[in-house]
């Protein structure tokens, strides 16, 4: 079988015309030159290299195996300097597939953390929500997922990593003039009279069950996934709503009353991704960027 090895020999040969020459550049010495040469010849069934005069010169064979030698070892070179640019996070890409309120929060934070510290690492987005992003990692369409769950759903990760990141709780959102706008805190029951506006499919599912054990079923009159839409509906006294406070750290409008949720309830961010994508440079440091990013949101 063919070798590198081999092939550096060749190429050595070929650069300085001589056994000798190769074998000391190599730190061979002149007889192992030599062997390696006699069993190329052996396998292949024909003349490599022949005398001519004081010097040596390839036959027609052995001019196209240096040929094919000086291609593969560049390949092979370029090869390796793209991996270990990858293992020194001097390049890398990494699929993120988020969902809206941290793809406007915690990922620009992200992000530029991460392209300061490692600006050849790429990362690329794709928006979904879970259980779709779970799927997108599980099916090897994306490297890392950032996910919400809710407290009553079950756990159906199987042997996916889960990285927890931070508990984002949940605030009443009401019209500027509502009669419970001056509360320190709203009771979730106390809102049961009330129009309300729904977010995502997921999230409206989440606001039934909790007030149906708050003991009401909520009048949903308005269901959007736009959080903006959400805010302005509330806003113009057409509905109250439940958030996530996440969501409203990023864009919040100055004519509605937030106010912490009473019984509380949250949902858990975290992030999904295969245990073995722990070991890649590049998601490792996404995954600490991310964390980063996390910490700071909690602390503001």
């Not at 509360?183 to 106390?190: K, P, T």
Request: glycine residues 6%.
């Amino acid at each position: 079988m063919l070798e590198l090895r081999h092939l550096r020999v060749l190429r050595e040969i070929a650069r300085t015309g001589s056994y000798s020459s190769a074998a000391r550049n190599l730190g061979y010495t002149q007889p192992a030159i030599s062997q390696q040469m006699k069993a190329l010849e052996r396998r292949y069934g024909t003349p490599l290299v022949v005398r001519a005069g004081r010097g040596i010169r390839f036959t027609e064979a052995g001019a196209e195996l240096v040929r094919h030698a000086q291609d593969i070892l560049r390949d092979v070179a370029e090869a390796e300097a793209a991996v270990t640019a990858v293992a020194n996070l001097q390049a890398g890409h990494v699929r993120l597939v988020v969902f809206p309120s941290v793809s406007a929060t915690l990922v620009p934070a992200a992000a530029a953390h991460l392209h300061r510290r490692h600006p050849g690492v790429r990362l690329s987005l794709t928006e979904a929500e879970p259980p779709e992003s779970v799927q997108l990692v599980r099916h090897g369409e994306c490297d890392l997922a950032l996910t919400f769950a809710y407290p009553e759903d079950s756990d159906d990760l199987d042997e996916l990593e889960r990285i927890p990141l931070l508990s984002d709780p949940f605030a009443a959102m009401l019209p500027a003039d509502h009669a419970l706008a001056e509360r320190a805190a709203v009771g979730l029951a106390e809102l049961s009279g009330d129009s309300w506006v729904a977010g995502c499919p997921r999230c409206r599912e989440h606001l039934v069950q909790v007030c149906g054990a708050a003991g009401f079923t909520p009048d949903i009159v308005f269901a959007t996934d736009d959080s903006l839409a959400v805010q302005s509906l509330v806003a113009a006294g057409l509905g109250v709503a439940v958030v996530p406070r996440l969501l409203l750290s990023s864009v919040r409008r100055d004519d509605l009353v937030v106010r912490p949720l009473q019984p509380a309830t949250h949902r858990k961010i975290e992030m999904v991704t295969w245990p073995d994508n722990l070991r890649v440079p590049a998601v490792a440091a996404t995954i600490r960027a991310i964390e980063k990013a996390a910490r700071t949101a909690t602390q503001t």
